[in-house]
């Protein structure tokens, strides 16, 4: 009789198998892909990235060389230029803070738009159409909406600002008008919106018009812009939130070139080529 191999469980044990798992063959997903289908990463993708790193690099040279870009003197601490701004990639918060209030505009804006782009993927958990641009039912249409309606209610939001925060006849903002009494100017304000509201409203310094009215703006323009998207295009989750993208990005370059070439100065507000040289 044939004694069998291996160890034996002792006297009172059993041997126990373990059962892991199973899985369906339907469930295994297997990629045909195919010779032709693929693209190597030398010569095809590096020459491609090359081709656009020199195409980027000779536009830089041409733009250095026919935009003349001059080096104002050495920083003096105890002297501030007239206007003072940030770096062209901060602008954008700069150019907030001269509607509303501090906090608002450095803070609360940029900390809720990183939260909102970041619960993007929960909001929408649609795996249909992922990467594709201008998704979404007729994202394209949206997405030119949305940029058109952000271009006109930002650009009259900063020039009514300019107007109701106005102070006399010349600051609110420089049209090259050839008798600078006609500008922009209320006479039922003559101090100002922000310094009447200061002393006839409740609520501290400038609460109401710095912090309360650029809420609601804010809000109230992005909510009737999703309403809409929605009613004249029946837009879906993803192209409503395709447009308050859209908005952001809008947003950013308008008010990045606003700061860079209409901030003169005071930072008031000018047509570009009327914009002063800054004052030493």
């Not at 949305?146 to 102070?167: E, G, H, P």
Request: aromatic residues 12%.
């Amino acid at each position: 009789m044939a004694t069998p191999r291996g160890p034996q469980p002792l006297a009172g044990q059993e041997r126990r198998l373990r059962l892991l798992a199973f899985v369906k063959q339907d469930s295994v997903v297997r990629v045909d892909k195919r010779i032709e289908d693929t693209a190597m990463v030398w010569p095809h993708l590096l020459v491609i990235e090359f081709i656009a790193s020199m195409l980027f690099l000779v536009g830089l040279f041409v733009i250095s060389a026919g935009v003349n870009a001059p080096l104002l003197d050495i920083s003096n601490p105890d002297h501030t230029p007239n206007p003072s701004k940030a770096p062209w990639y901060f602008l954008f918060l700069q150019e907030l803070l001269l509607h509303m209030n501090p906090a608002l505009a450095g803070v609360f804006i940029p900390g809720i738009g990183l939260v909102l782009l970041a619960a993007i993927p929960y909001i929408d958990r649609s795996r249909e159409g992922v990467g594709i641009y201008f998704g979404g039912r007729r994202g394209l249409v949206v997405v030119a909406f949305s940029a058109v309606y952000t271009f006109v209610v930002v650009s009259a939001l900063i020039l009514l600002d300019a107007i109701l925060k106005s102070t006399s006849k010349t600051s609110a903002f420089h049209l090259g008008l050839t008798d600078p009494a006609r500008g922009p100017y209320l006479p039922f304000l003559p101090q100002g919106y922000v310094r009447w509201a200061d002393e006839n409203l409740p609520g501290g310094k400038a609460f109401i018009p710095d912090l309360v009215i650029p809420t609601f703006v804010l809000i109230g323009f992005s909510v009737l812009l999703v309403l809409l998207v929605k009613r004249l295009f029946g837009a879906d989750r993803r192209a409503w939130i395709s447009a308050l993208c859209t908005g952001f990005v809008v947003s950013y370059y308008l008010m990045t070139f606003v700061g860079t070439a209409m901030r003169g100065h005071g930072m008031d507000l000018y047509l570009p080529w009327l914009l002063p040289t800054p004052i030493e």
